[in-house]
């Protein structure tokens, strides 16, 4: 049972926890009949044995496995009895002292969910920007449809932008030499240093253009970069960009009866992209609103965990190549603003009584294997592997429950 609960800061706890002598003892007891039931002792008959035989040989190791047993159930009770919600596991202070027949005492330091004064969460005003689709909007996207489905074939002619074409190519820098045989190119690409695409310009199959370059810095070819090279190119072939007409033939090809019909479904699609927009503009002003109006400490494991989390995705993008100390530094205002949203939708969505149920965790899971192309068993293994379980997915269905809800109860100003 609880004895005392002592404050070392908004976000941490240290219990004085007492378990009593008869709660022990008969946990004990029912481990060692459990154990007399199986024990083969020679002599005796399985269930037989006397109890002082079994504790002569067994007593030991079920005391400890009692111990180990009954600590959790009285720390959860505790726990209750406090009104506190745990975010990391506990930290037993000073050992355990187990002696029979005796009480056990235990002292654990625990970090709590802190507790948020005057919670206010409804009537949030946000923008409800108008849904517009223009004609121009609906022709740059089938444009781009348009594009999906261009083919290339050869031709005798001046080379353009947007072209393909085949060179062989030979690149001399700081007295070295990087050539490479029937290598295609789309001319006027982004990432291709413009002396090069500019070279290519007007020249026709079977010529041969050389240019002084300047790469870039950043270039993608690491020992090119920032590099003044000669390159030649000879070009082998010329390949010119067909498009299709927009027509009730095209809208065919797209899966739909005409061309009415094609522009209908792309002005939905917009329509859709346009209100999810809308619709996660609304969840960043409730939360910024939430966040800047809420202040609270937050537990140290938690945004440790944030941190730790976004310095290694930084890294691994290789975004920054900054000093780890430096990184945590610069990241920290974002780790405790992240954090602070996982707790207020935590609290929000228990005082709401939201709640992700089995099924709406597997209807998720099967959305989101069929948007990757994954089976659902594939999918599962790669959350078990990387959280070690599927609490990580979880809790992003969670947070998403508890926004749509925020949304919900969010009142609607016109905006432009």
């Known amino acids: 049972m609880l004895k005392t609960v002592e404050d070392l800061s908004a976000t941490k706890k240290r219990l004085n926890i007492e378990i009593p002598t008869w709660a022990i003892e008969s946990k004990i007891k029912d481990s060692l009949e459990k154990v007399r039931q199986k024990a083969k002792i020679p002599g005796f008959r399985p269930g037989k044995t006397p109890m002082n035989i079994i504790e002569k040989h067994f007593g030991k190791s079920v005391e400890a496995e009692a111990v180990e047993k009954i600590i959790p159930e009285f720390y959860e009770q505790a ?53 517009v689709v223009s ?32 060179v062989d190519y030979e690149i001399r820098y700081d007295d070295q030499t990087m050539s490479a045989k029937d290598q295609v190119l789309k001319v006027g690409v982004e990432g291709l240093p413009k002396e090069i695409t500019e070279s290519l310009k007007a020249k026709k199959a079977g010529e041969t253009v050389e240019v002084e370059v300047q790469f870039p810095e950043d270039f993608h070819v690491k020992n090119l970069a920032g590099k003044k090279a000669s390159v030649k190119n000879i070009i082998k072939a010329v390949k010119k960009k067909n498009l299709p007409a927009v027509d009730n033939e095209f809208a065919k090809d797209m899966g739909f009866e005409n061309l009415e019909g094609l522009r209908v479904g792309v002005k939905v699609e917009i329509e859709k992209a346009k209100k999810e927009q809308v619709l996660k ?18 537990p140290d494991s938690m945004l440790e965990k944030e941190l730790s989390a976004m310095v290694n995705e930084v890294k691994a993008a290789k975004k920054s190549d900054k000093d780890e100390a430096v990184l945590r530094a610069e990241l920290r205002p974002e780790a405790v603003k992240t954090v602070k949203v996982m707790i207020l939708l935590s609290v929000i969505g228990e005082k709401e009584g939201i709640t992700v149920t089995d099924e709406e965790l597997k209807e998720k899971i099967i959305d989101i294997s069929q948007r990757v192309s994954m089976s659902p068993e594939s999918l599962m293994k790669v959350y078990i592997q990387k959280d070690g379980s599927l609490d990580g997915l979880r809790n992003s269905l969670y947070g998403q429950k508890v926004m749509d809800f925020l949304v919900s109860k969010a009142t609607q100003v016109k905006g432009e």
């Open 79 to 131: 726990i209750k009895e406090a009104g506190i919600v745990p975010v990391s596991r506990p930290v037993l202070d000073g050992g355990i002292d187990f002696r029979r027949h005796h009480p056990l005492s235990l002292v654990l330091t625990v970090e709590i969910r802190p507790k948020i004064e005057d919670l206010d969460y409804t009537n949030i005003q946000v923008k409800d920007t108008p849904i």
């Open 135 to 166: 004609d121009p909007e609906i022709d740059t996207s089938l444009e781009r449809m348009r594009e999906l489905k261009a083919t290339y074939e050869i031709a005798d002619k001046e080379i353009e932008t947007d072209d393909l074409i085949t």
């Open 281 to 298: 503009t609304q969840r960043d002003e409730i939360l910024e609103k939430l966040v800047g109006e809420h202040d609270f400490d937050v």
